[in-house]
């Protein structure tokens, strides 16, 4: 067999653009350039504004996590003005991030990544659906199918569960710095626990049996799109007062070790991106430039590539015993949603009935914070420097940063290529059938991830990277 | 009714007097006919520069939830985030639609349309040739669709996307399509403005749109005329910090200039808006946001002041 180049384009079913440039060996993915197409320099809209304008204004950088981007700004807003979090607030917050958690999880699941692996009702969104390679047996099938329409109520219920305290999804208005601005009331907190108790049934007798059949009938998927076992986790749900404790923990996985993350370590670059960086060191978009291939940046750390998302979340904190593939990555995304309705259950529980636990100080006591936290698709930074409250700088790394990476100037892949690289294609007809599904293991979104940064030294030497 | 049924019906009725069998037959071909022909609206949806935000707005809508909106009201033919068929395959459908439903299909546009250097800030898909470009796709499709529908602020007036300083020369649609285009703003939209105005269509037709392009039914009244704090407003009876019960005017709040329902409708299955979570109206609907309503926690008037540009109101709206 010869070779031959395939354009994976549009890969369809994630959040924002992506096209994928594949070669095919002798019936083998012996290249892949994976390209986010998009491109909207959201640190540059950043610049010149107030800096209590970031937690609105970075939540609209993604419309499927963006209470992620508030929360981590409002993170920094924190430490920035040396707020103080009191327990209801600390609880209302990791509430609504959590609520967020279970919409974007249920949402990818049956959405997005189910009709990869069940055939869909021969009707529009759904037509030209690939039967290449369908396993399950009618009743089974047909089974999944309803739940797809059974998940329509369920993420809609997480983000009504976000709406109730913070007015709005997506982009909510309460979880700003120094708390929440509402008041956890008897009723709200009812109300939640309601809607909590509806998703938690749906969680247990639709979505894990769901995941745990698929998981039997593809099972080659645990062979399929395995990335080095290098694994990375800024950490999850942060209480404390100072938003000092994690409650799931951070690390990074290399060479069968756990460390604790060091910011300064992680650095970035262009050879691959369709970036230039002019004599002044600025870097400028230069969509023309040649031999790049995507508006995503290669993010590393210690020099070497890592994935992340649920199934680093997972295994760091030894919740997941697997393996880096596919289905690793499907299924510790799924465990993780189990886990997380538990979580949500006990917190809602401790709140108390209140006034709104918000307390904002209003002087800056630093100029220049870097603040960290896991989203729902791994980790997450944001950094800021200010001059009399204006931002003068805003940086931003996304999970899908790290698993879109492309190639480095020596030409090492990132997670998702190397997941796509070496993997058999027996024909033709699965060739976009297998890309596929491991792509979509990673969850990508590709709004999040192409954004213009000054990258030059590290996180702690220079703000900019 | 199966064919069995049918046939059943037709032997059983077969020597009934009183026209008993045309009754039966007739209604059962007339309910046929409703299924068969019944209405849906063909819609083609781009996704372009955006956060992704309006795609998940529109999987919160309720009543009708989103499988019912499939079912009943759209034949969603193109979605980046929906269609099963990926890759090539996806590209053909897009092809097809052009063929078979020119002059009859909705395109829905979700994000602004960068146009500075050819477009190339954001392309839809590639093939091993060239990149197809939002510029391009949105233009050949605008001008065959029967009506084209903006969701959101970006791509009603280039809103986030676009703010300053627009490296991408990011436009709202309307500036890239020679033709009228319905505005349905928000960032997010509520799934109710856009699952309404596609009701309107399906229904009624156009709907009535207010000098911004948008259906009055939605965005007609100020945040501030329907406000529930409007009585704190009137008595000049000011919040003094987020979280207060009182008018968030002090803090920001531009429900006086920003045309929308949100007070009574408000959000995913009418529960809450951010007015009733203590905090400002950031005006998401407005042609200028985001640029007209930073900095978010300033009072309206320094606002303006501040950033030393004219934010002239918007039509029609209470002038404070």
Sequence with gaps: ?465 | MHKEDFSRLCHTLSSDKNNALSEAVLSVVKDHQNIKNKKKLPVVWLETNDSGDNNIAFMNTTYPYLGRVFEEMIDLLYSNTFMAAEGRDALNILDQVLNIYKGKFTLVVEGAIPIKDQGLYNIIARTKTRSITALEAVTRLGEPAEHVVAIGTCASFGGPSAARPNLTGSVGVRDVLDREVINVSGCPVNPDWFVGTLAHLLMYGKPELDQLGRPTLFYGFTIHRHCQRRSYFDQGDFAEKLGDIECMFSLGCIGPRTGADCPYRQWINHVSWPVKVNTPCIGCTNEDFPDGSTPFFTPMPEKNKKQGDQNSPAPGVDQV
Excluded at chain 1, 13 to 27: A, F, K, M, Q, T
Excluded at chain 1, 41 to 67: F, K, N, P
Excluded at chain 1, 110 to 128: C, N, T
Excluded at chain 1, 371 to 379: F, L
Aim: charged share 20%; proline share 6%; glycine share 8%.
């Design chain 1, 1 to 465: 067999m010869s070779k031959q180049r395939v354009m994976f384009s549009p890969v369809t079913r994630l959040s924002g653009l992506l096209s994928v440039d594949v070669i095919v060996e002798n019936g083998r993915v012996t290249e892949a350039n994976a390209g986010g197409t998009m491109f909207r320099g959201y640190e540059w809209i950043m610049r010149d504004r107030h800096v209590t304008d970031a937690v609105y204004m970075t939540q609209r950088i993604c419309g499927i996590c963006s209470l992620a981007h508030g929360a981590v700004a409002s993170y920094l807003l924190d430490e920035l003005f040396d707020n103080e979090l009191v327990e209801n607030a600390q609880y209302l917050r990791n509430i609504m991030f959590a609520a967020d958690f279970l919409q974007n999880h249920i949402r990818h699941f049956y959405f997005f990544s189910l009709p990869d692996f069940v055939k869909m009702p021969d009707r529009p969104p759904f037509h030209g659906q690939n039967p290449a390679d369908i396993r399950l047996n009618p009743q089974d099938n047909q089974r999944l199918a309803e739940h797809y329409f059974e998940a329509v109520k369920a993420g809609q219920e997480s983000h009504q569960i976000l709406a109730l305290f913070g007015g709005k999804a997506p982009h909510q208005h309460s979880f700003l710095h120094g708390g929440v601005a509402v008041a956890p009331t008897a009723d709200k907190i009812a109300q939640a626990l309601a809607l909590l108790g509806n998703i938690s049934e749906f969680v247990k007798s639709r979505l894990v049996p769901d995941t745990e059949l698929i998981a039997r009938v593809y099972s080659d998927y645990f062979r399929i799109g395995i990335t080095p076992a290098q694994l990375l986790s800024l950490g999850l749900f942060r209480f404390g007062v100072k938003n000092e404790n994690f409650l799931w923990r951070s690390g990074v996985l290399a060479d069968g070790q756990l460390h604790p993350p060091r910011l300064e370590l992680i650095s970035e670059e262009i050879t691959n991106t369709w970036f230039d960086q002019t004599g002044t060191g600025e870097i400028r978009p230069d969509p023309l430039k040649p031999g790049a291939y995507t508006w995503v940046k290669a993010v590393r750390y210690a020099g070497r590539y890592f994935q992340v998302g649920p199934l680093a979340r997972m295994i760091i904190n030894g919740f997941y015993k697997g393996g880096t593939s596919t289905m690793d990555r499907i299924y510790s995304r799924t465990l993780e949603t189990l886990l997380i309705t538990e979580l949500m259950q006990q917190w809602l529980k401790k709140l108390k009935p209140g006034p709104p636990p918000i307390n904002q100080k209003s002087t800056p006591v630093k100029k220049e914070v870097t603040a960290v936290t896991d989203a729902m698709r791994g980790a997450l930074l944001h950094t800021a420097l200010i001059e009399d409250e204006k931002v003068v700088k805003y940086n931003i790394i996304t999970p899908t940063v790290w698993n879109f990476s492309p190639k480095n100037g020596s030409g090492n892949r990132g997670p998702v290529e190397s997941a796509l690289v070496g993997n058999e294609i027996p024909n033709q007809d699965m060739l976009f059938t297998i890309l596929g599904r491991t792509i979509r293991s990673f969850d990508p979104c590709i709004s999040c991830a192409t954004h213009l940064l000054d990258c030059k030294g590290s996180v702690k030497a220079e703000v900019v990277y």
